[in-house]
């Protein structure tokens, strides 16, 4: 696989109030079915800088701490989603436990002796869940998707896109994962991407990532909405093929067993070698 020095073309969305609802809701539909990724515009009015600050600073101080710290404070914490509308997607994904996760990410260095070329951060993969808010700190790159117009040459996203290089805060970073593009009859891609070293050596690198997992006994049958069901017509997927009624849990885990193979058997976490 190549990497190419273009970098990709995903939309910048103010969703802060300026523009009409319906357009905004447009623009981020159509940004998630040719990309599978978008950046919302973060100027501290949504999400304060303050608070995106502190979690990376706690990051920071967590990754520091020695191993025995560590252990005391286990941070896969499951968060309820914040609340939303009244609307087919928000009301499944509350008023009931989600497997939605805050993950603190942390990238050593590469040692010195390491040549840097053949190494990943984060190997090739697409998220498991409905959406992926990605927050990443100013000079720290090394995220990379293979864009809708190739299947091989992966493409660098910019922490700070055109236009949001005065903006207090880097653009928060929307990716689809796999369950909301199977629910969309594939109308919202799902993009796969993967985190390098950026050329020489390459520090610390910290990234903070809120996967969002429908309320786990949501029946996913296909959304019902007519953009999604000519979606299907045009790529030959019948309504429903992707989810066949599971629910969201089921989904969730027939995916991590379909990747840990062993590790998911009969449903028991942990389970296997
Ligand atoms: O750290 C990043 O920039 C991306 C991480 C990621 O893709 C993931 O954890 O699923
Ligand atoms: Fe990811």
Not at 52 to 61: A, C, T, V
Not at 135 to 159: C, D, H, K, N, Y
Not at 213 to 239: M, Q, W
Not at 257 to 267: F, H, P, V
Request: charged residues 20%; proline residues 10%; glycine residues 12%.
């Amino acid at each position: 696989m190549s990497t190419t020095q273009e970098t990709a073309q995903i939309p910048v969305i103010d969703i802060s109030g300026g523009q009409p609802d319906a357009e905004i809701g447009r623009a981020l539909v159509d940004a998630a079915a040719t990309y599978g990724f978008v950046y919302v515009k973060n100027e501290g009015k949504d999400i304060p800088v303050a608070a995106i600050n502190r979690m990376f600073d706690l990051s920071k101080q967590f990754f520091a701490s020695p191993a025995t710290e560590k252990e005391k404070c286990k941070i896969t914490q499951t968060i309820p989603p914040s609340s939303g509308g009244p609307s087919f997607l928000p009301s499944r994904h509350t008023n009931g436990p989600t497997k939605s996760i805050l993950r603190l990410l942390y990238y050593p260095p590469i040692p010195p002796s390491f040549p840097s070329s053949n190494h990943l951060r984060a190997g090739a993969h697409s998220d498991y869940g409905s959406l992926t808010l990605l927050f990443r700190l100013p000079g720290q790159p090394g995220l990379e998707i293979l864009p809708p117009s190739s299947s091989i040459a992966f493409t660098p996203v910019p922490i700070h896109p055109p236009g949001t290089e005065g903006d207090v805060a880097p653009p928060v970073l929307v990716n689809i994962g796999d369950l909301l593009s199977a629910w969309t009859n594939g109308l919202l891609r799902s993009t796969v991407h993967r985190v390098v070293f950026p050329g020489e050596g390459g520090g610390d690198r910290y990234s903070i990532a809120y996967f969002a997992h429908p309320v786990g006994t949501t029946v996913l049958e296909t959304v019902p909405s007519e953009r999604v069901r000519r979606a299907g017509l045009e790529s030959g997927t019948s309504s429903g093929e992707g989810v066949k009624g599971m629910t969201a849990d089921e989904y969730l885990l027939g995916r991590l067993r379909a990747t840990y193979k062993g590790l998911y058997d009969n449903g028991e976490k942990g389970k296997g070698k």
